[in-house]
């Protein structure tokens, strides 16, 4: 790829354009990382850790806040640097990569928050078999699938974006090297090369979100016919928190990606684009997980372990 471009290296020009406020993005965006990573590491150790918590449901989640803890530490520390520096250069093959990374792990997201989906789908209308469609063996096939999936998609997009020739423009009018804002600098007719990354969005997006929808349609049927209202509450609130996290995550990856690069526009896509490589990655553990009084109970009876001795609620 470097013998077929001029370009060597990447501007990144982020908030540049704020100017002094960056200092205040500094601190703001330093305290969300620092909360994303406390929040997910907290979950990963409380899950590994409590036996109660070694179900498909935690499992999956587990793997989730793994996923969004390298998904966050591929864009966020260079973000934060660029913040504070006025050389904010990224090389050819570095911006491929932080691309490549970038990808894999937010497809891998979108397809777990799928599966995820499924697990309530099968633990809700299917109790009975639930032990049989989700058994542990079944877990790391699917956990697998999504990694794998996620990575070889990005992959396949990263090298319809870096096969292309750079010879004008190097700025990236972007805090990361994200696919729009990139592929505007080439140097070549790029429609064919958007057309396969929008069909490939459109796979990784609407396919998982398509059978989300039909989980749900499936769960909201059978909680209806629950005799009680504890009951519904009770089935339903295993869903809320997944619901939540689907809702904000598909909503502003499906504006960014679902559609042509030609409709790419700097500002409002930043905007939309620090929703979701810094919001969802806050509500994960904020609200899917340290909200879930099962996990609270677990925090509380590790730290009790550690010669605390706190007041469960």
């Known amino acids: 790829m470097a013998n077929s471009t001029s370009v060597t290296e990447f501007l990144l020009l982020g908030f540049s354009s704020l100017g002094q406020l960056q200092l205040v993005l500094f601190v703001i965006f330093l305290s969300l990382y ?15 850790l409590d036996c109660s918590l070694h179900t498909p449901m935690y499992f999956f989640l587990g793997v989730l806040s793994t996923s969004e803890t390298f998904y966050t530490i591929v864009i966020l520390p260079k ?42 789908y099968a633990a809700i209308c299917q109790p009975l078999h639930y032990p049989i469609l989700m058994s542990w063996r079944v877990c790391g096939q699917l956990a697998a699938t999504c990694i794998v999936s996620g990575f070889l998609t990005s992959l396949a997009g990263t090298i319809l974006v870096f096969s292309l020739p750079f010879c004008g423009s190097n700025k990236v009018n972007h805090y990361f ?9 080439a140097c070549a007719d ?19 979100l398509f059978f989300i929808c039909i989980s749900y ?12 209202a504890k009951g519904k509450r009770k089935a339903f609130s295993t869903c809320i928190s997944h619901l939540t996290v689907v809702i904000v995550h ?11 690069s030609a409709r790419y526009t700097s500002g409002k896509d930043r ?8 919001i969802t990655p ?28 706190p007041k469960i609620s």
């Open 34 to 48: 620092l909360i994303i990573l406390c929040g997910n590491i907290t979950i990963i150790s409380v899950i590994r």
């Open 79 to 120: 973000m934060l640097i660029n913040l504070l520096s006025v050389l904010r250069t990224l090389s050819f093959m570095s911006c491929a990569a932080q691309m490549f990374f970038f990808l894999g792990f937010a497809i891998t997201n979108c397809l777990l928050l799928g599966v995820m989906g499924y697990d309530r």
């Open 177 to 185: 090297c994200d696919i729009s804002p990139v592929i505007r600098l």
């Open 190 to 208: 790029t429609h064919i090369n958007e057309l396969v990354i929008f069909i490939g969005g459109v796979l990784v997006l609407v396919v998982p």
């Open 217 to 228: 349609g499936f769960i909201v049927r059978t909680i209806l016919r629950i005799p009680s």
């Open 250 to 260: 598909y909503g502003c990856a499906s504006f960014v990606y679902l559609r042509p």
């Open 271 to 278: 905007l939309v684009t620090v929703t979701y490589t810094i």
């Open 282 to 309: 806050l509500l994960n553990p904020m609200v899917y997980s340290l909200r879930n009084k099962d996990v609270q109970m677990a925090i509380w009876k590790i730290i009790g372990k550690a010669g605390f001795s």
